[in-house]
């Protein structure tokens, strides 16, 4: 065996599974994040597109006073 620790992918949501989340419409998490009361979400590197991590999700959640 490798002396490299075995390292745990994370997993990534897509805006549209985050909205969900969250209870709210895909193009509204966009709306929040473009006038900053959400933070920047990390891009994928190869298309561009938002990406979330379900600690990312959780914070959000905690934001709009969604605690579920």
């Known amino acids: 065996m490798s002396e490299v620790g075995y390292m745990k992918r ?4 897509s805006a549209e599974k985050a909205a969900q989340f969250l209870g709210i419409s895909k ?3 966009i709306r929040y994040e473009n006038k ?3 933070p920047k979400a990390k891009r994928n590197a190869v298309n561009g597109w938002r990406e979330y991590t379900e600690d990312e999700i959780k914070k959000l959640k905690g934001i709009i006073g969604r605690t579920r």
Request: aromatic share 30%; charged share 30%; no cysteine.
């Open 10 to 13: 994370e997993r990534y949501y």
């Open 36 to 38: 900053r009361v959400f």
């Open 27 to 29: 193009q509204t998490l």
